[in-house]
């Protein structure tokens, strides 16, 4: 279940030593992100795709978050990126902080 990955990434997060406030601003945006997904109809198990980056991506830009919390939410996407190939739900880094976040 998408959530499952919520968890995991939260326990990861924590062995990495991220200070609590990191943690609840990650774990926050991630279950945001696999809200959205489920919203979408997408039933995540762990595989990472661009489209869903993207799609995300202008969602927000659309909900009309401010800048810094748009690439708040890319930088948490990308951590949790990094967590999903390095546990081997996901086979590349599809996020792209170049492309993905916001110019200021």
Do not use: C, P
């Not at 990955?5 to 992100?33: C, H, N, P």
């Not at 659309?62 to 967590?83: D, P």
Request: net charge positive; proline share 0%.
């Amino acid at each position: 279940m998408a959530t499952d990955f919520v968890e995991k990434f939260k326990r990861y997060l924590q062995e990495d030593g991220k200070s609590a406030k990191t943690i609840e601003s990650y774990v926050g945006d991630i279950a945001g992100f696999v809200a959205y997904l489920q919203n979408m109809g997408v039933k995540f198990q762990g595989e990472l795709k661009r489209f869903y980056v993207t799609s995300f991506r202008n969602h927000i830009i659309e909900s009309q978050y401010e800048i810094a919390t748009i690439n708040k939410k890319i930088n948490s996407l990308q951590a949790f990126n990094k967590f999903l190939v390095k546990n081997n739900f996901s086979n590349e880094n599809v996020v792209d902080i170049r492309k993905d976040r916001m110019k200021v």
